[in-house]
């Protein structure tokens, strides 16, 4: 079993940046794919960002390509989500989640467990 536990989310302005952070607890993250997904209310679970167990191959969803940044620490079971220009669409919880290896990352149904979230809200 791991627990995740989300930190960092906050309500900021557009344009800002925000890093959140990912702790794990109970297992080992170096064994596990991680990723980031968000929601918004009303909406379906988004594919954010994800990493794989070595920390060199990243995935983004093309809503944050170029703004976010996803990296782990693995001698720290932690894993983070660097966000830059935030814009009032990124507005969301925003969870942490660890998968099996060597799955198809962008698939949420891919990910054994997951964090509660943090919020991030993004005014203009």
């Known amino acids: 079993q791991v627990q995740l536990v989300e930190s960092g989310g906050k309500s900021v302005q557009a344009g800002a940046s925000l890093s959140l952070s990912c702790a794990a607890s109970?297992?080992?993250?170096?064994?596990?794919?991680m990723g980031w997904f968000r929601q918004a209310p009303g909406q379906e679970r988004e594919f954010v960002a994800a990493?794989?167990?070595?920390?060199?191959?990243?995935y983004y969803g093309d809503s944050v390509k170029g703004r976010f940044t996803i990296s782990r620490d693995n001698a720290k079971d932690t894993v983070y989500l660097q966000m830059n220009s935030l814009r009032p669409e990124d507005t969301a919880v925003y969870y942490c989640?660890?998968?099996?290896?060597?799955?198809?990352?962008?698939?949420?149904?891919?990910?054994?467990?997951w964090g509660q979230g943090t919020q991030v809200t993004v005014s203009s």
């Open positions: 990493i794989r167990r070595g920390g060199f191959r990243k």
């Open positions: 989640a660890a998968a099996t290896p060597d799955s198809n990352l962008r698939d949420r149904s891919r990910y054994d467990y």
């Open positions: 109970g297992r080992t993250i170096s064994t596990y794919d």
